[in-house]
């Protein structure tokens, strides 16, 4: 799963996640005057000594595989593609961090995917998004439009990532916008249901806690009701979010959660002066993978 945690690596294996795609990228494109979307995982797989890529049935959603000095790495082809794009994403970066490891101290015979450590974990999905979403073709598409909630679904479609990590990665580079994912449930220890924060991306400084309640809880349930996209200008009470803010909502496609999901986008760009009562209605909410 795409994590929420940045936390750093100890410092004999510290790899730099921005830097390191951005070699690896500049080696593909060397010889090229423009870069391509949607970039070629499976050129840079081969770039950094993957033999093979296989789609099959796993229990997981992928994992690499030490085989005769090279590697290999499996895909659970049940997920959506634009998924799968980031597991392999993900697992290359698990390739090079390995390969920094060993040059350090340890031989790549040692490479165990450590699915259980949070911290290389939260590494390989940087890797993972800065290789599938280059900065500077974030920057040159995005960077000059107007983002609405449509229009990222549709970024989303040329990079071929699901629209989560196309609001993460927006966060990490830009700092007019945060993002909420409300899902339908309780709050662990309690019986009330209501729509409660399942995870949020908000650029440096802004915090929003986990399982908090929904507020503006009514955009949220008309979003998820109708199957639309609606933008209201809402007052907030989100962890440091406070105050009238513009905001998008779209309700998400059900994935592998039979939960209600809804993403929400805030502008905080600026503040604004009034909460609006009604809704404007930003059109139908177009199919997107979400997570
Ligand atoms: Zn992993």
């Known amino acids: 799963m795409i994590s929420r945690h940045r ?26 005057n423009t870069s391509v979307l949607p970039v070629s995982l499976e050129q840079i ?24 000095g090279r ?19 993900h697992e290359i970066g698990h390739l090079l961090v390995a390969r920094k490891a060993a040059e350090v101290s340890f031989s790549q015979n040692g490479l165990v995917h450590c699915s259980l450590d949070p911290h290389l974990e939260s590494i390989c999905d940087s890797i993972a998004a800065n290789l599938l979403m280059p ?47 409300w899902k339908y449930g309780r709050r662990p220890g309690s019986a009330r249901i209501a729509f409660r924060v399942h995870w949020s991306a908000t650029p440096r400084g802004i915090f929003i806690p986990k399982h908090d309640a929904c507020q503006p809880e009514c955009v949220v349930e008309a979003t998820c009701k109708h199957r639309r996209i609606y933008g209201v200008i809402a007052e907030l009470d989100l ?43 930003l059109g139908e909410s177009e199919p997107c993978p979400s997570e």
């Not at 936390?7 to 090229?32: N, T, Y």
């Not at 590697?71 to 994403?89: G, K, M, N, W």
């Not at 983002?147 to 989303?156: D, G, I, Q, V, W």
Request: proline fraction near 6%.
């Open 135 to 181: 900065r500077q073709e974030i920057e040159r598409r995005l960077g000059d439009a107007s983002l609405s909630l449509n229009s990222l679904s549709l970024f989303a479609k040329e990079f071929q990532v699901t629209l989560s990590a196309l609001a993460i990665r927006v966060t990490e580079i830009f700092d007019e916008y945060a993002f909420v994912l």
């Open 71 to 89: 590697y290999v790495i499996e895909l659970d082809d049940s997920e959506h593609p634009f998924r799968q794009r980031f597991t392999l994403a």
């Open 7 to 32: 936390k750093s690596w100890p410092a004999a294996v510290e790899i730099h996640p921005a830097s390191e795609a951005a070699s690896i990228l500049q080696a593909l494109h060397r010889g090229c």
């Open 45 to 68: 797989a081969q770039l950094v000594g993957v033999v093979r890529v296989i789609r099959k049935p796993l229990r997981r959603s992928g994992r690499l595989l030490p085989v005769n």
């Open 239 to 281: 962890g440091s979010l406070r105050g009238p803010h513009r905001v998008q909502a779209r309700p998400l496609s059900p994935g592998r959660s039979p939960e209600p999901r809804v993403l929400m986008m805030v502008h905080l760009d600026r503040q604004e002066q009034r909460v609006t009562s009604g809704f404007s209605d």
